[in-house]
């Protein structure tokens, strides 16, 4: 509706179609062609909004009444769906998505095999099958995977550059030590790699090619533990948590540890290197116990002054803050390095208990929200 329109009609049309058929009356602007279709994909979804409010639709498209009525034959999910990606751009088509399935609880667009294959892989999509982890089976199940699979990849190779930039230069110092000296000559590689220069009549190997061992320097490795709340809120969250976990277990002299929790704690470490497999065992819902799920994750600490630990959560502690305040001010008095983050995802929108972040401040927990190159590079100047 920002565009310029020099026809009065054309006006009306677009005005008729952002307010719905209940404006028909007051407009009386016939909508033919193409824009009727956008009007019958467009009411399919959010007609719901008046329904939802009592409202009852009446002749074509007026308010309440008796009788029948002219309208077109009511569209059903798949169809509305073929029609909607016809009509609209992929932008447009991801919201209408994204609102028929949060907003108006579609639960068609994701238990129903042939109605999935159809829609558009994306974020959202992707949180709101693992809301429905548990519902999901046989085909369902399958193309769930294979949507999870591709925004996985998509996500992966978006972050891994970036986070991958974030540390370099700075791992290079765990890489083994080459020395070149005599100490560190292997002789028995040494000959073998010049023989194809050995003089037979003086009997003399001409060494042009010297072979060294090479001097393993040894570092202490970082451990990087990402505690994750995979209550329903925090569902973007646990997506990108899951990928840049595989990322930085990717790194050299890095131990990356991944645990999620709601009221319950579940360590997923053996699986940190897959996320997609991490994100199908997610089961979203439930209450939040952090105390609990720190608590576990200080028995993951070896060397507390060479711990960073990442906790991802809205806050909202569904326990007495007691143990979890205490856990962390036992975690900063030990050198854990604690950083808290109100959400994980590119576009850094929190929405979080802010009296408990405080607290959680005042405990010796840094608090923010952070996109996954922003965490990153913290990671990575903390870890020197």
């Known amino acids: 509706m920002t565009d310029f329109v020099s026809d009065p009609r054309e006006a009306l049309a677009r005005w008729r179609l952002l307010l719905g058929r209940y404006a028909q009356e007051r407009l009386e602007t016939p909508l033919r062609g193409e824009q009727a279709r956008v009007d019958r994909a467009l009411d399919f979804l959010y007609g719901r909004e008046h329904a939802g409010r009592g409202v009852r639709r009446g002749r074509s498209g007026g308010a309440a009444g008796r009788g029948g009525t002219l309208d077109p034959t009511q569209l059903d999910v798949p169809e509305w769906l073929a029609e909607v990606r016809r009509l609209f751009p992929r932008p447009v088509l991801e919201v209408l998505e994204r609102d028929a399935l949060q907003r108006y609880d579609l639960q068609e667009l994701v238990t129903d095999p042939e109605t999935l294959t159809r829609l558009e892989p994306n974020l959202a999509l992707v949180q709101t099958l693992m809301s429905f982890r548990g519902r999901l089976g046989g085909r369902v199940l399958d193309e769930a995977r294979r949507i999870i699979h591709q925004v996985v990849d998509e996500l992966t190779r978006r972050l891994e550059q970036e986070i991958r930039r974030a540390f370099s230069g700075r791992i290079d110092r765990f890489r083994q030590s080459r020395l070149k000296v005599a100490q560190n000559l292997d002789w028995r590689r040494t000959v073998r790699a010049n023989l194809r220069h050995w003089d ?185």
């Open 200 to 384: 037979p009549e003086t009997r003399r190997l001409a060494v042009r090619d010297l072979r060294f061992f090479a001097r393993v320097r040894r570092h202490i490795p970082w451990t990087i533990v990402l505690c994750v709340d995979q209550s329903g809120s925090m569902a973007g969250s646990v997506v990108y948590s899951a990928v840049v976990a595989a990322i930085l277990s990717r790194l050299p002299a890095v131990s990356v540890r991944l645990v999620l929790f709601d009221t319950s704690v579940v360590d997923v470490s053996d699986r940190v290197d897959d996320p997609l497999e991490v994100l199908l065992g997610v089961q979203l819902g439930g209450g939040t116990d952090i105390g609990r799920a720190l608590r576990y994750c200080e028995g993951l600490v070896d060397n507390p002054r060479r711990t960073v630990l990442v906790l991802i959560s809205d806050f909202d502690e569904g326990a007495s803050p007691r143990v979890l305040l205490a856990t962390v001010r036992r975690l900063a008095e030990a050198g854990v390095m604690l950083r808290g983050l109100a959400g994980l995802d590119e576009e850094s929108t929190p929405f979080y208990d802010r009296r408990m972040a405080e607290r959680l401040v005042a405990h010796g927990m840094e608090v923010a929200a952070a996109t996954p190159g922003e965490l990153a590079r913290w990671l990575a100047s903390t870890i020197r």
